[in-house]
């Protein structure tokens, strides 16, 4: 798998938006970029995934660099449940070994 | 559909005993990974199977470890002869395993205490 590179943590106040970045410079045409979640005490849970069209769905959006080398997920209104460890991932070979990092661990301040 | 299962949640073991996971993924789905976890570090793929076959192995897979999907539909991962350090968070995922559609659904884990 491609790398990526997360910062290890940030901290967002409840109810505003939250941009977590993730840098994959080496990424090749081909790979999906998906972003999962992990809330303590649980496995983790698919959020989005895109290509290179901007991606929207209920939980959150994915804004992709027109290049390609970084990616954006959109959380619009930080609540306390959101708080949790995101990863940004770019499984290749048609998902069959993907590699997580060791993420971003989002703070929500009430 | 009740998503992932995971059986049992917690395995507390003394070193050398061997153990035993169980994972029922969701019915539909082709595919099964198992991931190991320790504290502070995303999952580990350990391994995964297009439904009875495992098509891939980590190294991090020792020969004390082993995974079976006999009928393609449940899972189970044994560790023979445990040591202290295969304490973890043990993670099953299924997914589709079709284009479009490879997102992983993760149970909640087994943890494995080995003492």
């Known amino acids: 798998d491609a790398k990526t590179t997360q910062p290890n943590s940030m901290e967002s106040n409840e109810e505003e938006p939250v941009h977590l970045p993730c840098n994959h410079s080496?990424?090749?045409?081909?790979?999906?970029i998906h972003w999962y979640r992990q809330l303590p005490s649980q496995g983790p849970e698919y959020v989005i995934h895109?290509?290179?069209s901007n991606v929207n769905n209920r939980m959150a959006s994915l804004a992709i660099a027109e290049d390609r080398k970084s990616s954006t997920l959109i959380l619009h209104r930080a609540t306390l449940r959101d708080a949790a460890v995101y990863y940004c991932i770019l499984p290749s070979g048609g998902y069959q070994k993907v590699t997580f990092g060791t993420g971003t661990k989002l703070q929500v301040i009430p | 559909d009740t998503g992932v299962s995971q059986n049992p949640r917690h395995k507390i073991t003394k070193r050398g005993q061997n153990v035993t996971f169980r994972c029922d993924p969701i019915s539909e789905h082709n595919r099964l990974y198992w991931y190991r976890q320790t504290l502070g570090q995303g999952p580990e793929f350990l391994t995964y199977f297009q439904n009875e076959a495992q098509l891939e192995k980590s190294r991090l897979l020792s020969d004390r470890f082993s995974a079976e999907r006999p009928k393609g539909s449940f899972s189970t991962l044994e560790i023979q002869r445990t040591e202290q350090g295969d304490s973890a968070m043990y993670l099953c995922?299924?997914?589709?395993?079709?284009?479009?559609?490879?997102?992983?659904?993760f149970g909640p884990g087994t943890r494995l205490t080995v003492t």
């Open positions: 080496t990424i090749s045409g081909t790979d999906y």
């Open positions: 895109g290509l290179t």
């Open positions: 995922a299924s997914s589709l395993g079709l284009a479009g559609h490879y997102e992983q659904y």
